[in-house]
């Protein structure tokens, strides 16, 4: 008998032909394994071509869009809460790549602004700077996310997940 009898060659069938013949859970399963590492190799990109994490370059890149933005309308515009937007801008403002500037009217209140070496940064990043999940899911349509939300708010309540997770950044996962 010859080895192609034991063992198939790799074209002899198509590449989603393994994950058809899985069980049900495991097909979605591998769907999620396929997510989770391209949301991963986003992030290890972002950080090894800017030399900072992908929730930092998202922020500056929300900064660069409004310039003078406030901490709160910053977690706002990330869907994170804001003591984690609070801590991304003191860890923006220890590297220099933003400004704080307090506004003339309300001392209390400071906008945040791109420093000259944040802009650098945002250049040399890899795109999207909202990283590839948040990018893929705003480039869907109403109904599809409707049934996304829809099923994974079940897959959630079967995990009996802690959902005080949600405003956590995946970067920070």
């Not at 705003?138 to 997940?161: F, V, Y």
């Amino acid at each position: 008998m010859s080895d192609s009898t034991h063992f198939p060659s790799p074209s002899a069938a198509p590449a989603g032909a393994a994950a058809n013949d899985a069980p049900p859970a495991a097909a979605v399963l591998r769907q999620f394994r396929i997510i989770f590492n391209a949301v991963k190799t986003h992030f290890r990109q972002v950080e090894k071509a800017a030399g900072i994490g992908g929730a930092q370059v998202w922020a500056l890149s929300v900064i660069q869009q409004r310039p003078g933005i406030g901490v709160s309308e910053l977690g706002r515009a990330m869907d994170v809460h804001q003591s984690t937007a609070s801590n991304l801008v003191k860890a923006l403002l220890e590297r220099g790549l933003v400004r704080a500037v307090k506004a003339e009217q309300d001392r209390r209140a400071v906008g945040l602004f791109l420093s000259e070496a944040g802009q650098h940064l945002l250049e040399r990043a890899p795109a999207p700077f909202s990283g590839v999940l948040p990018d893929a899911l705003a480039g869907l349509d109403a109904s599809t996310l409707a049934r996304l939300e829809q099923d994974l708010g079940t897959l959630i309540a079967a995990l009996a997940a802690d959902e005080a997770s949600a405003t956590t950044p995946l970067a920070h996962l």
